[in-house]
């Protein structure tokens, strides 16, 4: 059967933003880069693309300045299952494009013979815990009267936006912190149990971002952490595909973040505090936490002694234990917080 092999080229000026939805779209790892006249340029990888991301933090860069043009390729005419399967195995590259000789992809070889065909899924019994205890200060004194999991954005509560986003991805095992005085929120969720698979994690005391971690049982698989008061534009399974292959311990969701500062700013010799250079209102770009994370079970190993405590608090233990910690970079676009009044106006007004 032949593979609809147009899906996987893409130009090489297109964004990485362009590259990261094709990729989503095609189910696989890798794209071959072509030029203007479809001959072949190299691959590009999500890797790749997420590597440059968290250098240069810019989804508008073009993929030619990125992409790996000594990529391993075979000519149709020796083209040898045997050494391409060697090859994938021993280098651990997603596909090898095949070229013919006027050096334009013809087709290209995946371990798993068709397109259509993927690797056993065995992240749908990844449980996702919903971080959503807290007092929801910040909306005060709109959180007097409604639970802050239950802020409607378009016609549904935050909390819902966020266990749809897992289970339209295939991910319904839920454990939900929540405080147990918290009786409007309980009797919301409970008239949802035939339609998502949860349990309640009871905070009896505030616990902090990270406390009701301490109260979980029976973790054997990797898990996500995600706070209820944030929207997400991403694929769960991305980041787990992030994770695993970078071998983290785990794996935070940050957002690229643009800020221009209003003033000239001013640069200085560090030793003789001489002006070297002003930057008029110079442009920023960093990677905020978004209160998303993917971990590994032997993350609970290393939770703080004392009960109330965020998720800094374990971060730090963990690095400080030389643990891999990964960021997996998403666009300004792709997360929202609806946890402070300044955002959450800014969202209503934009879905009107």
Same mark, same amino acid.
């Given at each position: 059967?032949?593979?609809?092999?147009?899906?996987?080229?893409?130009?090489?000026?297109?964004?990485?933003?362009?590259?990261?939805?094709?990729?989503?779209?095609?189910?696989?790892?890798?794209?071959?880069?072509?030029?203007?006249?479809?001959?072949?340029?190299?691959?590009?990888?999500?890797?790749?693309?997420?590597?440059?991301?968290?250098?240069?933090?810019?989804?508008?860069?073009?993929?030619?300045?990125?992409?790996?043009?000594?990529?391993?390729?075979?000519?149709?005419?020796?083209?040898?299952?045997?050494?391409?399967?060697?090859?994938?195995?021993?280098?651990?590259?997603?596909?090898?494009?095949?070229?013919?000789?006027?050096?334009?992809?013809?087709?290209?070889?995946?371990?798993?013979?068709?397109?259509?065909?993927?690797?056993?899924?065995?992240?749908?019994?990844?449980?996702?815990?919903?971080?959503?205890?807290?007092?929801?200060?910040?909306?005060?004194?709109?959180?007097?009267?409604?639970?802050?999991?239950?802020?409607?954005?378009?016609?549904?509560?935050?909390?819902?936006?966020?266990?749809?986003?897992?289970?339209?991805?295939?991910?319904?095992?839920?454990?939900?912190?929540? /405080?147990?005085?918290? @009786?409007? =929120?309980?009797?919301? +969720?409970?008239?949802? !149990? *035939?339609?998502?698979?949860?349990?309640? #994690?009871?905070?009896?005391?505030?616990?902090?971002?990270?406390?009701?971690?301490?109260?979980?049982?029976?973790?054997?698989?990797?898990?996500?952490?995600?706070?209820?008061?944030?929207?997400?534009?991403?694929?769960?399974?991305?980041?787990?595909?992030?994770?695993?292959?970078?071998?983290?311990?785990?794996?935070?969701?940050?957002?690229?973040?643009?800020?221009?500062?209003?003033?000239?700013?001013?640069?200085?010799?560090?030793?003789?505090?001489?002006?070297?250079?002003?930057?008029?209102?110079?442009?920023?770009?960093?990677?905020?936490?978004?209160?998303?994370?993917?971990?590994?079970?032997?993350?609970?190993?290393?939770?703080?002694?004392?009960? /109330?405590?965020?998720? @800094?608090? =374990?971060?730090?233990? +963990?690095?400080?234990? !030389? *643990?891999?910690?990964?960021?997996?970079? #998403?666009?300004?676009?792709?997360?929202?917080?609806?946890?402070?009044?300044?955002?959450?106006?800014?969202?209503?007004?934009?879905?009107?």
């Amino acid at each position: 059967m032949k593979k609809p092999l147009k899906k996987i080229l893409i130009q090489s000026s297109s964004s990485i933003t362009n590259t990261l939805k094709k990729l989503r779209a095609t189910g696989l790892k890798c794209l071959i880069v072509v030029d203007k006249k479809k001959k072949y340029l190299g691959t590009i990888t999500d890797g790749d693309i997420r590597n440059e991301i968290l250098k240069n933090k810019d989804f508008t860069r073009k993929i030619i300045n990125i992409c790996n043009t000594n990529s391993i390729f075979f000519n149709k005419e020796n083209f040898n299952k045997p050494k391409a399967d060697k090859i994938i195995k021993d280098k651990g590259i997603p596909l090898i494009p095949i070229i013919n000789k006027d050096f334009k992809p013809i087709d290209y070889y995946i371990p798993f013979g068709d397109f259509n065909i993927k690797p056993i899924d065995k992240s749908k019994g990844n449980r996702v815990i919903i971080m959503a205890g807290g007092q929801g200060k910040r909306l005060q004194p709109f959180t007097s009267i409604l639970p802050k999991p239950l802020i409607p954005v378009k016609g549904k509560p935050v909390l819902i936006h966020i266990m749809n986003l897992f289970k339209s991805n295939g991910f319904n095992n839920f454990s939900i912190s929540i /405080n147990s005085k918290n @009786n409007v =929120l309980k009797s919301y +969720l409970n008239e949802l !149990k *035939k339609i998502y698979d949860f349990n309640y #994690i009871q905070e009896n005391s505030p616990l902090g971002t990270a406390g009701a971690l301490k109260k979980l049982k029976n973790i054997k698989e990797a898990f996500f952490i995600v706070n209820c008061d944030n929207l997400f534009r991403i694929n769960p399974k991305d980041l787990i595909n992030f994770h695993n292959e970078n071998n983290n311990f785990l794996t935070l969701v940050a957002s690229v973040k643009k800020f221009t500062i209003p003033y000239g700013v001013c640069e200085l010799n560090k030793k003789s505090g001489k002006l070297i250079k002003m930057d008029e209102k110079p442009i920023k770009f960093v990677l905020a936490n978004t209160g998303f994370y993917f971990c590994e079970p032997k993350v609970l190993e290393f939770l703080p002694k004392k009960k /109330n405590f965020g998720m @800094n608090d =374990l971060i730090n233990i +963990l690095q400080k234990k !030389k *643990k891999k910690i990964g960021v997996f970079p #998403i666009k300004d676009t792709d997360w929202q917080d609806t946890g402070n009044w300044f955002d959450y106006m800014n969202i209503i007004q934009a879905k009107r």
